[in-house]
Structures are given as C-alpha cells and as structure tokens.
C-alpha cells in the first residue's frame, strides 16, 4: 500500500512537471547553483538563506543540466519521499489505521505536490523534518544506538542548512526528547548522549549563526506593519486544506472541513494521551503531544517571529502539513472504525459519514491538482513567454529596463542578450529602495541614441510604487505596444524621438506651492499623456515637509464653476504601497488620480479642489498661506477638460441614479426623466441644489435654457431678488403679477448675441441657468443621450411661510417661454435658525403666570396625504423663577373653523426636572400629529392650548395674531397652514 501511495505520490508530482514558467525565486536558485561552491556561500550568505538546497541544486545541474524538468526534478524526489517519511512516523504516533489515512492525503494533498514542483527548498525542508522527527522517536524508544545517534545528527544538520525554519522543528524534538528521558524516565546516560548531539547540530551551524541573526533583524523585503495571528492561521488552513488551487469561494468551506476534521482528531489524541479512552493507554510517552507541538507550536513562532515582518506565506509552515494532516487522519479512521456499544446503526452512520467525508476530500484534492496542472488562471508567474513575446519582438537600438531589478536572475534564465538593465540594480528585494526621480541621470545615460525602450515590471508597486519609470517614459516617448497577463510581468514599449535627453527633476507642468498644514506641501500637477474620454485624470506632485508619524490620505472633488459636486475620489496622495508614513522629508513624490465623475455629467470646463486629512481621525489639514495663516481646507486647481465619451449616456445606464422618475416632454426635442432632491424645510434666501436628469429626444440646433418659477399655495408668483443663484447665466423677467410666466420681456445677460427686451409693467426676475451646462450647450447633445446637470436655486426672500410648488420652464434660444411643468414640492420656514443648524419660524407666546414663553416652532411637512404625520417641533424658553410643568392641547381647525380632531399631549418629554432649569435656557419640544384618513383634500391650521395639567383647565396666553396685533385667549392659531394634498 505505501508503495503504491508513493509511486501515486511521484506520477502526481512530475506530471507536467515543465508546464509551468519558472517563477522568481526558481530563477534565482538556478542563478545561485549555476556558480561554483564558493560563490554560491557568498552569495547566499546576503541573502540569509542556508545554502544546502543551492549546493545540492549545483551538483545536480552538473549531471542532469538545467532545464526546467532538471531543475525542479530534485523537490520531486524530496516531495516523493514524503509519503514513507509520513507513514513510518505516523504509525509510531497514532496508529496503523491512522497513519494510513494521513499517508494517503499526503500523496494528494495539492500544497504539497505544488511545492514538490518547484525549485526550491520547501519539500526538502519537510522531508529532512519527518525524518529527524522519526529518528528522535525512535531514540525515545532506544535511546542507546549510535548509529541511530550519528543518523539524526546528520538529519539535524541537513535540515538547519536547508531553511532557516528548521529550528522550529528540532527545538520541539529537543524539548520532548529531555521531557521524556530526563524529566519523566529520570536517564541520566541518555541525556548526556542527548546534550551532546544537540550541541554537536548547534556547533556545526555556528558557521551561519551569523547570517541567521542578521536575518531576524532585517526588514528590508517587508513592508512595515503588523502580521495579524488570525489572518496567519486563516491562510495557512486554506493553503494546507486546498494550495489555493481552487476558486476563493470554494476555498473557505473546504478549509473549514479540513480544520473541523483535525480539531476533531486533535480532540481524540489528547484524551487517549490522558487514558480517558477504553484501551487508549499511551505506549509513546508525549507522543501524541508531541505531534500536536509540531503543528501548533511553529505557528505560535512564526506569528512571534513576523509580528513586526508581515510577509508571511504558508509555505513558511510546509514542515508542520504532515502533522495537520496526521489529525485529519485521526478523525476519519476514528469515523471509519466506529464501535459503538450501543447500536450497530451508529457504527453504520459513522462510517457512511466518514466515507462521505473522505470522498469529498478525495475530490476537492483532484479538483486542486487539476487545476494546478491545466488551469493557468493558478499557474506560476508566467516570465517564460513575456520573455518570448519581447525577445520575438525588440528591435536594434532598443534597451530593456527591468522593474524591480532584482528578478534579473529569471529574466536572464529565458532571455538570450545583454541589452537590459536592472533599476534599481540590487541583488535582492529593497523596499526601502524606492526609486524616485534621482533615476533621471541613469535613465538618461541607458536611452541615449536609442531608437526605443521595453519596460518589464515585476513586484514594481514595492520598488517603484508610484510608477515613476513609466511616468518619465511617457513624458519623454510614445507607448506603441504593451501587454498584460494574469500573471507574471508586464510588458510597455515606447518609442523614443531622436537625441532624446531625460532632464533632471519631476516633469510638474503647472508648478504651485500649496502648504498643507506644514505637513505636506503640493508642488503641481501634471496631465497624464495617455487620458480617458469622460474622466478628469491628473498627477499631483508632493514633498513631506518634515518626517511624517500619520497616514495622509487626499480627497479630490471635482466641481465646476456653480460649486456643484459631479465626483469625489479618496485615496493616497502617491499609492497605498507608499504612504506617507514612507516619505522620506523633502524628496518628490507623486500620485496618479482617476476622477470619474457621475453619469451623464456634462462635459466641460471642471475645477478639483483638494483636501489632504489624516487617515485615523479624518480631520483635515489647514492649507497655509505664505504668513503661516490658515486660508481653509482645500485647494482649487484646474481647470480640467472633461470630454464627450464615444458610447451614448442612455436611461439604463442611470436607471440606479434616479431618486424620482418623471418622464415630461418639452416639445418633441427634450424629456425630463427624473430628480434627485431630498425633501425637507427650508429657508427664505437659503440656497438649494438638486440634480436633474434630461434626455435628448432628437439632434438639436438650438441651446436651451430652464427658469424656475416658485408658487406658494395661493398660486402666486415669487421673483429672486439680489444677486443670481450660483451656476445661472443672467436674468430672465417675466410680466404677469399672479399670473404663472407671462411673457420673457427682458435678458439681462445676453445667451450668445442674443439680448431681447419687450416692453411691460410689471416685471418678476428669475435666475436663467444654462440646460446641462455652459460647455456643453443641447446643440452639442445628441440623439438618445441622458445628460445629468446639477442646478442651484436660492429661495426667494418674499415667499411666504408653508406649501411652494418648484416649477420649471424651457426658454428658447431668443428668450422666447416654453413649456412648463410642476418638479417638486418645497415647504418653506421663514426666519432664523436655531442653534445654527434647525429651522425654525420665531413666533412670541406667553402663557401667563408659567415663566416660560415660546420662542419659535418648526412644522414639517407643511403638505401631506390624509392618514400622514406631520411634525410640530416648539421652542421653548424660561423666563425667571421657576417654571411650571404644562400640558398640550392641538386642534386641526378647516377655513370656517370648525375642529375636525383634537389631541392631548401631557407633561413635556424633553426636561426631567423643572427646577433644575435656569433662566434663559431653552428646550425644544416635539409632537407627532397623526392626519385622520377621512379628511378631504385643503388647507387647515393647527390651533394651540396650554392647561394645568391637574385641573385640565386652559391658561391665558399672550400672543401676537396672524394679521399683526397683540391679543390674549386661552388658544393661539399657528401662522403656517396645513395643505392636504387629494
């Protein structure tokens, strides 16, 4: 059976064993084994690495050459040997059956076999793991044999000068071997054979003692930040569950099943190791502890020894997937060989399960291997034909930049010249060797008298975040060719102009110093050569002023003239892999920023201002003038073409952006399709903005523009008095007094060459706004398209308290009135604001002898459906003394002042303590009218009671009339009617 497992195990690891490209670290083994023994000590002594694999890789490329099949058949041999490795260790820890199982999903696992398959040291770490640990067993068992001896300190050895991780596995034999013998069998020979050969391992890896501690110590490949434990343990359950081999939705489940099984496994190990079980009685002391160690102790290290190194990958773990899968084992022999005392149907259900069980395992790991083996969506980074298709393709006087520099030993692998050139040059992977513009001279010297460059980007977002070899390439030449792939490098080609000469600096077009809270400070801004129709992209260039301890993010909001809003983008001020905790003071950074504005924003002139704030606390920087003193918290700059797009804007593609859907037409030329505006009370004089969405029914010749008529409910018209609203292009004036839009007898700012006057007596202003905007006019529209345009309106300061309709109103390109339509409702409160931010109408009552007065109220919705609720919100204020508790008495009146409803409202809700309120504070409270369902369609008024509320008797209160005079009554009518929309 093993023999077969194995055999099964070597047919699944060499199967299409050179499909595969050769990926950087594989490239960088054969590199490192193509030099001679000497060379390849130095050269991985840099790289911390030990170099038994590279040795080892050396001699076998000298028998067997170097091609992909050679280079990688020696971790199939390694991967291969797992399988025996695993059954002859398992069977000492758990069992026959046991070992069995987890012999078998170690021959299928598809974690192990990808890393059987590849050049590197990974299955050799596991191999050499399972065999120490099997040796230091036995020496458990016998620790008097020294050839056993001789035989694990060799395995030691190997296993520490084949990947730095090996200590975790020998440090666990280590402290269960002196736990057993010395501690629990008390054998005073055995430990001193014991402490001896452990010194002996340690004293022969004193040589690389050396590098190893340089190793802990250098975080130069790492991004700074925090290894989290739960991710590390989520990533290397899927890794050793599935090898990532299957999609990500996939991925969890299975993993799931595999942690329940070896939790289910673990489970058992620990109360036979206890003796709970029948039978169970240990004959290896610790032995199944031991295999639990191995598993969970190295990832308990690993989280320690990264904490502050985040890079971790599962293959890191690889010698701890044996014993994970020695649990899951455990579990499915435990399920399989069930003896219930009970029922023999237990036994039966028991067993079905775990064949179901293992079947579905069985699959998934063929699903995994498939897929590893045929689907290149989980193939290696694929450097073998971005070679090819740029060595098919580059042409004399061109050069090859490689980005990051430091795969240069895989490129060189696959590519048959010497015309390319590392950048930055370093052997090994630099993050803190970002490259910036101090490039410009190298970069100059490479491309002089070339006709063209190839740029090759790899793992460039750590060494070249911001893209600064692309940017300079841009600027200086013409992209002719690039090509992506799923995986792997990728490839840009640029042609270059005769004599091309790279100048010093950052290529800023439009130079500026803007201070941003003496933190960061903005240099300009440049336009990308390569935009996007419909989409305002742009560069801004940076400096940190100081070394910086906070992450600053930017905000980009993109407006035009009228301050409307069309798009915001938030992001980094360079690229999330370069923050600005990573800025070095005073060196030039810059970020790419795409702002794609909404749907159907007209084209046209646009402003961006920019907002840099901290990333934790989201409070923005001040922007400095050049005293020092603060001027805000944004920049303007611009201004910014946004461009027609070739595909049409048509309904469905804003159907989602659409808060109300009209479909008006006006005339046979434009339909208003929808509204985008958010109820609620506003202010006499107080500016609005909503968004309208239009639809050209037809090519048009002629430019359009929209007034907006307001009418309260007595159908009068009222005029916007002062300056024009933000975003209007003059004034339209209209005759008829009461009458809805007479005539357009006046322009005041003429639309194009046009300017009309007629002659009229009585005359209304309103703000004439362009129909999308003033860049892109309805003669530029076309057929089908949907245009979204925002629209600012200031209230007009003569309207009255209550129910407005907002109407809209084509005018024609000479001034001439079109068609009108009702948009929305607007219920509008006159007056003030409390608190600076709640509307509210100042209204005077005094209830007498209460030391409090009423101050002010708030009534919203003015206009609403029978069965609806409305909101009365009243401002109350203590006077002196001590105030009194009161209640609440509101009646709906109609016009002949008949009540249709009365309602009760006790003590008040909003103050726990009369006597605690001082004189001069405020509160504000609220009641909910409910409309009966039965009233008919008008206006009504809302009429107010105080009363003691012991006695239920109504107060006195003092109060000033709707038609202006003081009065005193025990009831006081609110100003604002009530409009009861049928």
């Given at each position: 059976?093993?023999l ?14 050179d ?5 950087y ?12 023994l000497?060379q390849?000590?130095?050269?991985v ?9 590279y040795y ?5 490329m ?5 091609s ?5 058949f ?9 399988v025996p490795?695993?059954?002859v ?19 299928v696992s598809?974690?192990?076999a990808w890393?059987?398959?590849?050049a ?14 099997y040796l230091?067993?036995r020496?458990?068992i ?5 050839r056993l001896?001789a035989?694990?300190?060799?395995g030691?050895?190997l296993a520490?000068?084949s ?7 020998l440090?666990?034999q ?11 069998r008390?054998r ?18 004193l040589p690389w003692?050396?590098?190893t501690?340089?190793a802990?110590?250098?975080?130069s ?13 989520r990533?290397?359950a ?6 990532d ?14 942690v329940a099984?070896a ?13 709970r ?7 290896l ?11 969970v102790l190295?990832l ?17 773990l690889?010698a701890s997937?044996?014993?994970?899968f020695?649990?899951v084992g455990v579990?499915?022999?435990?399920l399989?060989s ?12 028991a067993?079905?399960?775990g ?7 069985l ?5 995994g291997?498939s897929?590893n083996?045929f ?5 290696r ?8 298709y ?7 006087q061109?050069?090859i930049?490689?980005s990051?520099?430091?795969?240069f030993?895989v490129?060189?692998y696959?590519?048959?010249?010497d015309?390319?050139?590392p950048i ?6 630099d ?6 513009f101090?490039v410009?001279p ?5 491309l002089a ?9 790899w793992?460039d ?6 893209g600064?070899?692309?940017?300079l ?10 090509r992506w792939?799923p995986r792997g490098?990728?490839l840009?080609?640029y042609?270059?102009?005769?004599n ?8 800023i077009?439009?130079?500026?110093q803007?201070?941003f809270g003496?933190?960061?400070r903005?240099?300009?801004y ?9 989409v ?7 400096e ?10 930017v ?8 301050e ?6 938030d992001g980094?001020?360079a690229?999330?892999?370069?923050p600005t ?11 790419r920023?795409?702002?794609?504005p ?8 646009y402003?961006?201002?920019?907002v ?8 923005p ?9 603060p001027?805000g918290?944004s920049?303007?700059?611009?201004p910014f073409s ?6 049409l804007?048509t309904?469905?593609?804003?159907a989602?952006?659409?808060q109300?859907s009209?479909?008006?037409a ?18 006499t ?7 309208l969405?239009w639809?050209?029914?037809r090519d ?14 007595r159908g ?7 300056e ?5 292009v003059?004034?339209?004036i209209?005759?008829?007094?009461g009458?809805?839009?007479g005539?357009?007898?006046?322009i005041?700012?003429p ?6 006057v007629?002659?009229s007596?009585?005359r209304?202003?309103?703000s ?8 892109y006019?309805?003669?530029a529209?076309?057929?089908?398209e ?6 600012s ?10 129910p ?12 001439q009135p079109g068609?009108?339509?009702v ?15 709640i ?9 007498l ?10 009534l ?7 069965g ?9 204020q ?6 009194s ?22 003590l ?10 001082a ?9 909910r009218?409910v409309?009966?369902?039965?009233i008919?369609?008008?206006f009504?008024?809302l009429?107010?009671s ?8 109504s107060?006195?209160v ?7 005079g003081?009065?005193?009554a025990?009831?006081?009518m ?9």
């Amino acid at each position: 059976m093993i023999l077969l497992l194995t055999l099964l195990a070597f047919g699944l690891r060499v199967y299409r064993l050179d499909h595969h490209s050769l990926w950087y670290d594989e490239g960088f083994s054969v590199y490192v084994a193509r030099q001679g023994l000497s060379q390849i000590t130095s050269t991985v002594a840099g790289d911390y690495t030990p170099p038994l694999h590279y040795y080892l890789l050396h001699f076998w490329m000298g028998a067997s050459g170097d091609s992909e099949f050679s280079v990688r058949f020696l971790s199939v041999i390694s991967g291969s040997w797992l399988v025996p490795l695993t059954y002859v260790l398992a069977r000492r820890l758990v069992g026959l059956q046991s070992a069995l199982w987890a012999t078998l999903w170690v021959s299928v696992s598809p974690f192990l076999a990808w890393y059987s398959q590849e050049a590197r040291a990974y299955s050799l770490l596991a191999a050499l793991g399972l065999l120490t640990s099997y040796l230091l067993i036995r020496l458990v068992i016998h620790p008097d044999q020294p050839r056993l001896w001789a035989a694990y300190i060799v395995g030691g050895i190997l296993a520490l000068y084949s990947h730095l991780y090996a200590f975790f596995g020998l440090a666990i034999q280590a402290a269960y071997f002196f736990g057993v013998v010395t501690l629990l069998r008390r054998r005073l020979g055995p430990t001193l054979t014991g402490a001896v050969a452990f010194s002996v391992i340690l004293a022969a890896y004193l040589p690389w003692a050396e590098y190893t501690l340089r190793a802990a110590q250098d975080t130069s490949g790492y991004f700074p930040g925090v290894l989290q434990p739960a991710y590390m343990l989520r990533v290397s359950a899927t890794a050793f569950s599935t090898g990532d081999l299957l999609p990500e939705d996939q991925r969890g489940p299975i993993a799931g099943l595999y942690v329940a099984l070896a939790l289910a496994g673990a489970s058992l190990l620990l109360l036979q190791e206890l003796g709970r079980l029948a039978g169970s009685r240990p004959s290896l002391p610790g032995g199944r502890l031991y295999l639990l160690a191995q598993l969970v102790l190295p990832l308990a290290w690993v989280s320690v020894a990264l904490y502050q190194r985040p890079q971790f990958f599962p293959r890191h773990l690889i010698a701890s997937a044996p014993f994970f899968f020695m649990l899951v084992g455990v579990a499915l022999d435990a399920l399989w060989s069930a003896r219930s005392p009970l029922r023999e149907g237990l036994n039966t259900g028991a067993r079905i399960l775990g064949a179901v069980l293992a079947g579905t395992l069985l699959a998934t790991s063929w699903w995994g291997l498939s897929n590893n083996y045929f689907d290149e969506r989980y193939a290696r980074d694929d450097f073998r034909s971005a070679i090819a298709y740029l060595q098919e393709r580059i042409a004399p006087q061109e050069e090859i930049l490689l980005s990051s520099g430091h795969f240069f030993p895989v490129f060189a692998y696959y590519y048959q010249g010497d015309n390319w050139h590392p950048i930055p040059d370093d052997f090994l992977l630099d993050a803190d060797h970002v490259i910036g513009f101090e490039v410009n001279p190298e970069l100059d010297r490479i491309l002089a008298g070339k006709r063209g460059v190839w740029l090759v980007q790899w793992q460039d977002h750590i060494v070249d975040p911001m893209g600064t070899l692309r940017l300079l390439l841009e600027a200086h030449g013409e992209l002719i060719d690039a090509r992506w792939q799923p995986r792997g490098p990728v490839l840009y080609r640029y042609g270059l102009p005769p004599n091309v000469r790279i100048a010093d600096g950052p290529p800023i077009a439009q130079p500026m110093q803007i201070n941003f809270g003496n933190r960061l400070r903005l240099l300009g801004y440049s336009l990308p050569k390569y935009g996007e129709a419909g989409v305002v992209e742009v560069i801004l260039f940076w400096e940190g002023l100081r070394p910086l301890n906070e992450d600053y993010k930017v905000s980009l909001r993109l407006v035009d003239e009228a301050e409307h809003q069309y798009a915001l983008s938030d992001g980094w001020p360079a690229t999330v892999g370069y923050p600005t905790l990573r800025w070095p003071p005073f060196r030039v950074v810059f970020g790419r920023h795409r702002i794609a504005p909404l749907v159907g924003t007209p084209p046209g002139e646009y402003w961006v201002d920019v907002v840099v704030y901290e990333n934790n606390t989201l409070v923005p920087l001040e922007v400095l003038d050049e005293r020092g003193s603060p001027v805000g918290t944004s920049a303007r700059i611009g201004p910014f073409s946004l461009s027609p797009t070739e595909q049409l804007v048509t309904l469905e593609d804003v159907a989602n952006e659409i808060q109300t859907s009209l479909q008006v037409a006006f005339g046979d030329a434009l339909e208003l399709v929808g509204y985008n505006w958010e109820p609620r009370p506003v202010s006499t004089g107080e500016i609005i903005q909503f968004t309208l969405l239009w639809r050209a029914l037809r090519d048009m010749d002629q430019d359009y523009s929209v007034v907006f008529p307001l009418v309260d409910r007595r159908g009068m018209l009222h005029a916007q008095l002062g300056e024009p609203s933000p975003g209007a292009v003059g004034r339209a004036i209209f005759a008829g007094d009461g009458e809805f839009l007479g005539r357009l007898i006046d322009i005041s700012e003429p639309i194009g060459r046009q300017r009309i006057v007629i002659d009229s007596d009585t005359r209304k202003s309103f703000s004439l706004y362009p129909l999308g905007s003033p860049g892109y006019p309805t003669s530029a529209w076309r057929e089908g398209e949907v245009v979204q345009a925002q629209y600012s309106y200031r209230v007009p300061e003569d309207a009255p308290s209550g129910p407005h309709q907002l109407r809209i109103q084509l005018v024609g390109p000479e001034g001439q009135p079109g068609v009108t339509a009702v948009l929305f409702p607007i219920d509008i409160v006159r007056g003030g604001r409390m608190g600076g931010h709640i509307p509210f109408t100042p209204y005077t009552v005094e209830p007498l002898g209460m030391n409090i007065s009423l101050e002010g109220y708030n009534l919203y919705p003015f206009s609403l459906m029978p069965g609806g609720e409305t909101q009365l919100t009243l401002f109350w204020q203590i006077d002196g003394g001590a105030a009194s508790p009161f209640g609440l008495r509101i009646r709906l009146i109609d016009e002949q002042g008949d009540t249709l409803f009365e309602q009760e409202y006790p003590l008040p809700t909003s103050v726990r303590s009369w006597v605690d309120l001082a004189v001069g504070e405020g509160f504000a409270e609220v009641y909910r009218i409910v409309i009966p369902e039965e009233i008919e369609p008008g206006f009504y008024h809302l009429v107010l009671s105080v009363y003691e509320p012991i006695s239920g008797e109504s107060l006195q209160v003092a109060f000033q009339e709707i038609g202006g005079g003081l009065s005193r009554a025990d009831r006081f009518m609110l100003p604002t009617p009530l409009y009861i929309v049928g």
